[in-house]
Nanobody, 125 residues
């Protein structure tokens, strides 16, 4: 069974950068569509970015041009490079692996069935 663990969160001033990592262990990682989600208190979980096994990427409009998603299959690690951070980017960030339904379309949490426990990102102004 695939297991995921996020790291790299922290507190940063607006305009700064952070890089999140998600290490995978257990079952196959390379063939999975992988994604980052975030959630703030009282808010719905939001899809941030996803990447398929062919390295094709999709981003939420709110992060386009600022965030980059990548993966290193030899290290079984997913990354999220976040630049030009804003206070609205604050939240718990989760990585997720898809349930095999493919990586097409929007970033929907119902397409993902393996989740990490999250890493907190706080952006202050």
């Amino acid at each position: 069974q695939l297991r995921l663990a996020e790291s790299g969160g922290g507190s940063v001033e607006a305009g700064g950068s952070l890089r999140l990592s998600c290490g995978a262990s257990g079952a196959a990682f390379n063939s999975r569509c992988m994604a980052w989600f975030r959630q703030s208190p009282g808010q719905k979980r939001e899809g941030v970015a996803k990447i398929d096994k062919f390295l094709r990427t999709t981003f939420a409009d709110s992060v386009k041009g600022r965030f980059t998603i990548s993966r290193d299959n030899t290290k079984k690690t997913l990354y999220l490079q976040m630049n030009s951070l804003k206070p609205d980017d604050t939240g718990m960030y989760y990585c997720a692996a898809d349930r095999g339904s493919g990586c097409a379309g929007d970033i929907r949490d119902t397409d993902f069935d393996v989740w990490g426990t999250g890493t907190q990102v706080t952006v202050f102004s």
